[in-house]
């Protein structure tokens, strides 16, 4: 733990935003795990059994089998049964709603995530220049009886 404080002091500045984005991104992903294991669920054999209730007329069935079920599929079937009155366009309108509810839900963080992926190695990068640059000032500060190499660091520098 000693050699994890270490390295994070010296790496300067550049790893508070650092850090703060791991941090960040593992709260996302955590929540992205939870949304998708609620919202992303798929009940299997749902559509088969609710298309086999509304063949048997028993659309009230299969209303409330759709209502039963979880994630979009279901939400999207019991939509069109709840609608299945209303000409095709204004159902389709309708399921398309219900779905991009679920897309919204499902895409929150992820441009969070996308931005963390691109700045992390910037950063990275970023605190490597610093450090470099910081290394030739104290050589440029430690070679002043040899003039020329100083010259040389401070130039690189």
Do not use: C
């Amino acid at each position: 733990m000693d050699k994890l404080i270490e390295f994070y002091k010296g790496g300067g500045l550049v790893m508070h935003p650092l850090l703060l984005m791991l941090l960040a991104a593992i709260y996302f992903i955590i929540n992205r795990f939870q949304t998708f294991a609620k919202d992303g669920a798929v009940t299997p054999g749902l559509l088969d059994e609710v298309v086999d209730l509304v063949k048997k007329g028993r659309e009230g069935d299969a209303l409330r089998r759709a209502e039963e079920g979880a994630g979009p599929v279901a939400a999207s079937l019991a939509t069109i049964l709840r609608n299945r009155n209303m000409p095709f366009e204004d159902i389709e309108r309708e399921v398309e709603v219900t779905g991009e509810e679920y897309f919204i839900r499902l895409e929150k963080f992820l441009p969070w995530l996308d931005t963390f992926t691109t700045l992390s190695p910037l950063l990275g990068l970023l605190g490597t220049i610093l450090g470099m640059v910081s290394v030739f000032q104290k050589f440029q500060a430690a070679q002043k009886a040899n003039q020329a190499g100083s010259d040389l660091l401070a130039g690189v520098g």
